[in-house]
């Protein structure tokens, strides 16, 4: 599976964002599907997950209630609404699939391009 981020740009603080994210292929329903984001210099830091098949979801604490991911089945896409963005929300984004549902980056193993957003304060 291939996965392709986009949706990403320059937004005000207090603005909104949506990423996507479109899979070459339909993922298993055990599957999970993440967003992570990584600021130059610093580790890749886990922003939410949703796993494939029954639509649960988890969120870092610094996003939790800002931020919603989601995903489309038939489309074969998955959402990150953003939400009261702020400047420390400055990142590059990126998609990636685990087998279970996991906050560590070392259980995904598929990834897609990051997508820049960039909140202006």
């Known amino acids: 599976v291939q996965l392709q981020a986009s949706g990403g740009g320059l937004v005000q603080a207090g603005g909104s964002l949506r990423l996507s994210c479109s899979l070459s292929?339909?993922?298993?329903?055990?599957?999970?599907m993440a967003w992570f984001r990584q600021v130059p210099g610093k580790e890749r830091e886990f922003v939410a997950a949703?796993?494939?098949?029954?639509?649960?979801?988890t969120y870092s604490d610094s996003v939790k209630g800002r931020f919603t991911i989601s995903r489309d089945r038939a489309e074969n896409t998955v959402y990150l609404q953003m939400d009261n963005l702020k400047p420390e929300d400055t990142a590059l984004y990126y998609c990636?699939?685990?087998?279970?549902?996991?906050?560590?980056?070392?259980?995904?193993?598929?990834w897609g391009q990051g997508t820049l957003v960039t909140v202006s304060s």
């Open positions: 949703i796993r494939w098949g029954y639509a649960t979801t």
């Open positions: 292929g339909r993922p298993f329903s055990s599957h999970v």
């Open positions: 990636a699939k685990a087998n279970s549902l996991s906050r560590g980056e070392r259980d995904y193993r598929d």
